[in-house]
């Protein structure tokens, strides 16, 4: 190696190590990803109110469920005076799953639900539409601003009614409830320079026994306001609806964004794309190595070599019988009487007049 290959190598070595603590030192950005999960420190997560949820239903052993509310409710279906809460982005379930949920409010318990949008028969059931006024921002927009929106909890004293949340956190709002049977909880009032009417942002539906507190603003319990003095005490006041006797509330952690969707190990790899990326090209290469495989394995194709003279193998292993049992005169006698047999075919002589010459010797 020379001297500028030498020094070469040192540089590239020495630049690779400054590049390594660079990276090193750098923080890692913060996360906004929406996912509502209990364990989650990021903004959106919900560690602070899973850890702080028994400071507001003190009495009530909270329980955290794997599995979906269908299995659990199918497994006990006697439970009254209970609280279930879901916290997602979407809340879409299916028709078996939205059944239970509403017979299980039937029975005297409480659903707790809080999600930006509302579908499937859930939704048709409850007549709820969810809407967001013109202009408002997309769901991807930070909550992180020092700026507050109002909101208005009618069953609070008068003197407390208001509380304010991070701007862009309840941006939601029904455009359509039941009305027969639900109760408008809070509002979220016109600002001073806006016109319209009061957006309705948390409802209660009777439900026979129990009842269905329904939110549009799964953002106000996320970290990023709970850890805000100021917004704390409106998600603390929305969670006021669970009964206070309520001997028991599951923590649902099916539906949520990055859970419902990611039920089998299949469809969360399909659902990232860099893994479902990596499944591609791996299907690639596996029939490509598929390919080569069976071409290399072929099996060879087999000589074959033309018929032999079968009578020349007889006459040869006649010979060698006859010379190994040592009967030369008997031997010769035969030859003798082919080669007349050869000559009377083959060249027309026949020697039939006179005696043959296998028998002039065989006299001799």
């Given at each position: 190696m020379t001297r500028f290959e030498t020094r070469l190598a040192w540089f590239a070595g020495l630049s690779l190590v400054v590049l390594i603590a660079v990276r090193a030192w750098i923080p890692e950005p913060v996360d906004w990803t929406e996912t509502f999960e209990a364990d989650d420190r990021q903004p959106y997560g919900s560690k602070i109110l899973f850890e702080t949820l028994d400071s507001v239903v003190p009495a009530s052993e909270i329980e955290r469920v794997d599995r979906s509310p269908y299995l659990k409710l199918m497994q006990d279906t006697t439970a009254r005076g209970t609280a279930y809460l879901l916290i997602s982005d979407r809340f879409e379930p299916d028709g078996a799953e939205a059944d239970r949920l509403l017979s299980y409010a039937r029975r005297g318990n409480t659903v707790w639900v809080s999600a930006h949008a509302y579908g499937g028969v859930f939704a048709d059931t409850l007549n709820l539409e969810v809407g967001a006024p013109l202009g408002a921002p997309t769901l991807g927009v930070r909550a992180d601003t020092a700026a507050y929106s109002t909101l208005s909890f009618r069953d609070l004293p008068k003197d407390d009614q208001e509380r304010r949340v991070r701007l862009n956190t309840a941006e939601r709002y029904f455009t359509s409830i039941d009305s027969a049977r639900t109760e408008v909880l809070a509002v979220k009032p016109p600002s001073d320079d806006e016109d319209g009417d009061s957006q309705v942002v948390l409802v209660r539906t009777s439900v026979g026994d129990g009842s269905v507190v329904l939110s549009t603003s799964p953002r106000m319990f996320t970290n990023v306001a709970l850890v805000d003095t100021i917004s704390a005490p409106a998600a603390y006041a929305a969670l006021s609806y669970i009964p206070d006797d309520a001997s028991s509330v599951y923590w649902d952690t099916r539906h949520k964004p990055l859970v419902s969707e990611a039920a089998t190990p299949l469809r969360f790899v399909m659902n990232d794309p860099n893994l479902r990326r990596a499944v591609h090209i791996g299907l690639v290469g596996l029939v490509f190595l598929l390919?080569?495989?069976?071409?290399?394995?072929?099996?060879?194709?087999?000589?074959?070599?033309?018929?032999?003279?079968?009578?020349?193998?007889?006459?040869?292993?006649?010979?060698?019988?006859?010379?190994?049992?040592?009967?030369?005169?008997?031997?010769?006698?035969?030859?003798?009487?082919?080669?007349?047999?050869?000559?009377?075919?083959?060249?027309?002589?026949?020697?039939?007049?006179?005696?043959?010459?296998?028998?002039?010797?065989?006299?001799?």
């Amino acid at each position: 190696m020379t001297r500028f290959e030498t020094r070469l190598a040192w540089f590239a070595g020495l630049s690779l190590v400054v590049l390594i603590a660079v990276r090193a030192w750098i923080p890692e950005p913060v996360d906004w990803t929406e996912t509502f999960e209990a364990d989650d420190r990021q903004p959106y997560g919900s560690k602070i109110l899973f850890e702080t949820l028994d400071s507001v239903v003190p009495a009530s052993e909270i329980e955290r469920v794997d599995r979906s509310p269908y299995l659990k409710l199918m497994q006990d279906t006697t439970a009254r005076g209970t609280a279930y809460l879901l916290i997602s982005d979407r809340f879409e379930p299916d028709g078996a799953e939205a059944d239970r949920l509403l017979s299980y409010a039937r029975r005297g318990n409480t659903v707790w639900v809080s999600a930006h949008a509302y579908g499937g028969v859930f939704a048709d059931t409850l007549n709820l539409e969810v809407g967001a006024p013109l202009g408002a921002p997309t769901l991807g927009v930070r909550a992180d601003t020092a700026a507050y929106s109002t909101l208005s909890f009618r069953d609070l004293p008068k003197d407390d009614q208001e509380r304010r949340v991070r701007l862009n956190t309840a941006e939601r709002y029904f455009t359509s409830i039941d009305s027969a049977r639900t109760e408008v909880l809070a509002v979220k009032p016109p600002s001073d320079d806006e016109d319209g009417d009061s957006q309705v942002v948390l409802v209660r539906t009777s439900v026979g026994d129990g009842s269905v507190v329904l939110s549009t603003s799964p953002r106000m319990f996320t970290n990023v306001a709970l850890v805000d003095t100021i917004s704390a005490p409106a998600a603390y006041a929305a969670l006021s609806y669970i009964p206070d006797d309520a001997s028991s509330v599951y923590w649902d952690t099916r539906h949520k964004p990055l859970v419902s969707e990611a039920a089998t190990p299949l469809r969360f790899v399909m659902n990232d794309p860099n893994l479902r990326r990596a499944v591609h090209i791996g299907l690639v290469g596996l029939v490509f190595l598929l390919t080569v495989s069976v071409r290399r394995r072929q099996r060879a194709i087999p000589t074959i070599n033309p018929p032999e003279n079968d009578t020349l193998s007889f006459v040869r292993t006649v010979g060698d019988m006859y010379h190994r049992e040592g009967r030369n005169a008997d031997l010769a006698h035969r030859k003798i009487r082919y080669f007349e047999t050869y000559l009377r075919t083959h060249l027309g002589i026949s020697l039939d007049d006179g005696p043959s010459v296998a028998d002039s010797l065989a006299r001799r």
